[in-house]
């Protein structure tokens, strides 16, 4: 007995070393920091440019039917889905842009009572493109694009008609906070009702999406990132929490009565320079710049377009102009109408 004793202890002590080892190893183990993986280097430097965005609300809706949704002014156009693929229709109802199963842009033209065969638009790159979005001025395309210029899935680009050759500019990124490594897939901006709109799948369940409203500036506003934490920049380029992009309380307010008066088919309510509340008049010369605008474009682009383009672009030409001249017809008469003051 006394020597199995012995035999035991003389084992511990052998064992002892081995033992002590491993806890060395076990607290070296611990202290061994992990790496993480390096930032991709264009996030870096996008985040660094976040443009500032006032952001009044938000709503999160079906991904296959998110446009029903986003109450854009006809004055502006009109937002259609089918099986999910994104359409803009203009003002007028007579040009259209949509998405093609193809995952491409097309364009196409109602002439002679009838749709033109979509034609996949010339500028914006094969990667694939979705959900476009063209400004009243005919020129400024929003789309989304998934490929090697976004970072992520698809992200936010803009690009312009270059009339004298005839198709669009090299798009750009729009960047944060309208880009990110989820999907972001449709940027709006409604004059009319001085709103913007921006749809995306971050930090959403599987097929939903968040429609974001926000204030369009009228310049580009970034940061100044030298006075906030590097986690306060992550949160407003991924816009985190709304309530951090209010810097106005009177703005914000503003907004949301038009984003009020929008969902309900109201249109912008404004006010005159006498106090009262103002509605069809000025929607009609808000209207009347907006086509005037566009009859410009139009006009500019026939001056360099080949003949098959002209004569597409010369029945478009002459319905605008007489839609422009009954409108101006109409803003007369309406005028007449308001009592004179002193």
Request: glycine share 8%; hydrophobic share 35%.
């Amino acid at each position: 007995m006394k020597h199995r004793h012995i035999i035991i202890a003389l084992l511990l002590l052998a064992l002892l070393p081995t033992t002590m080892a491993a806890q060395r190893r076990g607290k070296a183990a611990k202290n061994v920091k992990v790496e993480e993986p390096e930032e991709d280097p264009r996030i870096t430097q996008m985040r660094a440019a976040t443009q500032k965005v006032m952001f009044i609300d938000s709503m999160v809706v079906d991904k296959l039917d998110f446009m029903s949704h986003i109450p854009l002014s006809p004055h502006i156009g009109k937002l259609t889905q089918e099986g999910g693929m994104g359409t803009f229709t203009n003002e007028m109802g007579d040009h259209r842009l949509t998405t093609t199963a193809d995952s491409a842009i097309a364009s196409t033209d109602f002439i002679g009572n009838r749709w033109t065969t979509p034609q996949d638009i010339a500028g914006i790159g094969t990667a694939a493109a979705a959900n476009p979005f063209l400004m009243p001025d005919g020129i400024t395309l929003y789309f989304a694009q998934k490929g090697e210029k976004s970072i992520g899935g698809y992200d936010i680009f803009v690009t312009r008609y270059d009339s004298e050759k005839g198709i669009f500019l090299k798009p750009e990124n729009l960047g944060m906070p309208f880009a990110s490594e989820a999907d972001d897939l449709f940027y709006a901006i409604d004059e009319f009702n001085q709103l913007g709109y921006f749809v995306t799948d971050r930090r959403q369940p599987r097929g939903k999406v968040c429609i974001y409203v926000f204030i369009p500036n009228e310049r580009r506003q970034t940061y100044a990132t030298e006075a906030y934490s590097e986690e306060q920049m992550k949160a407003l380029a991924g816009i985190s929490s709304i309530a951090d992009t209010w810097t106005s309380k009177q703005a914000r307010n503003e907004a949301k009565e038009r984003l009020v008066q929008a969902m309900a088919g109201k249109g912008r309510k404004t006010t005159d320079a006498t106090g009262g509340a103002t509605t069809e008049l000025d929607n009609m010369r808000h209207e009347l710049s907006v086509q005037t605008a566009a009859l410009n474009i139009m006009r500019q682009q026939y001056a360099s377009a080949g003949e098959e383009e002209r004569a597409t672009l010369r029945i478009k030409i002459l319905g605008a102009e007489q839609q422009l001249e009954q409108l101006q017809l109409d803003i007369r008469q309406k005028e007449k109408q308001i009592p004179y003051r002193n």
